[in-house]
């Protein structure tokens, strides 16, 4: 018996979820998880979040290197004619917004500017179309989010900054106010350490959507799709409800042995990599404590507690704060709205598909894997009915 034409003896049984299964070769990065490590190309990814800026990484992971200072320019000039909303989205936007699921409305306005703007097959483009789709998508998608945001609110859409980062810009766009410079490079870290990090479920998604030769935007699409789900993407705000739910100190025992004795997950604990401190929760600490105040005080206490007791109550699991822990403190400390934590997330990450996604373009395998049937031998003779009526 054969299954796609291969043997079934001849089928490799994998983990769930894939786990530690090998599907591809990059160059954009890698995570180690046993030492608490991930890197963009040959550069620490925590190094580049401390010392560089947004567009520089954007730029390393689409372009392959670090850009000089001519090259910069010319780049960030590309991504402020990129940025403002596409005449072409503007009548529609405000149906969209009307959902007031942000993650949802990108995902259809993406779509629509895509067939809007003739976004080509990658199959049939060149590269360098290809570079140009992949850049439009991610310049405009803040932009995007940002006027579903305020059009939700009854407010009219902010048009970017040219002389405002890409960080900038975010905020700028949500408040209608002038960013303070502490909250933009917070930002801007944070969106940085956030923009790429292994074969994660959303990344493994627009790989898949790439390899068929589909455009830069469906992948993204379907990106969006799996990043929305709050076992991936959408769980910064829970993190944060988390704290409010506790309340104080002296109920984080009640609060965590409660949640365990439930089966509930602790929103903001464990990853799927890290048998260690996430790297990028130990950055977003140190920009909370120097940001200040209450929340952060709350915030170390609560995770210093939760820490010991799940490795009291979970010995063996090695459950440590992970990236959406500290977000959630970052961006509320800057006065991004929880609603809008994921797609804050999702305007570093659409950086990490689109590189993924133009690597994929240049392998000419589709991705299809086979899966392993076990409902009732077949064939079976059909019955003579179908319910009581004859056939």
Known sequence: MTINGVELDELIDVPA?????????????????????????????????S?????????????????????????????????????????????????????????TALSMLAALRDLTPMWDSTPARRRSDALLICAVTPTILAALHRLHRGLDPVTPRADLSTAGNWLYM????????????????????????????????????????????SAVVAAIGAFSGPLHGGAPDRALDGLDEIGSPDRIDGWVRDKLAKGDRIMGFGHAVYRTADPRSN???????????????????????????????KPGRHLYPNVEFYAGVVMELCGIPRSMFTPTFATSRVVGWTANILEQAGASKVIRPSARYIGPRAPQPLPDTVGAQPI
């Open 283 to 313: 950055l977003l600490r140190a920009i909370g404590i120097e940001l200040g105040g209450e929340l952060v005080d709350f915030a170390t206490t609560v995770e210093r507690r939760v820490t010991e007791l799940l490795a009291e109550l």
């Open 174 to 217: 949500l408040t209608g106010e002038p960013p303070r410079p502490n909250a933009i490079r917070a930002i801007e870290q944070y969106l940085i350490a956030t923009i790429d990090h292994g074969f994660n479920a959303s990344t493994f998604a627009a790989r898949v959507v790439a390899s068929t030769g589909a455009d830069v935007a």
């Open 51 to 107: 010392t560089r800026t947004f567009e520089e990484v954007w730029f390393l992971l689409h372009e392959g290197h670090l850009p000089d200072h001519a090259e910069l320019g010319a780049f960030t000039d590309e991504i402020a004619r990129a940025q403002p909303l596409p005449p072409e989205l503007l009548p529609v936007l405000p149906a969209i917004a009307a959902t007031g699921r942000p993650m949802a409305g990108v995902r």
């Open 17 to 49: 979820g894939l786990r530690n299964v090998v599907a591809a070769e990059t160059r954009l990065g890698d995570v180690r998880g046993h030492e608490g490590f991930y890197h963009y190309r040959q550069y620490s990814a925590i190094d580049l979040a």
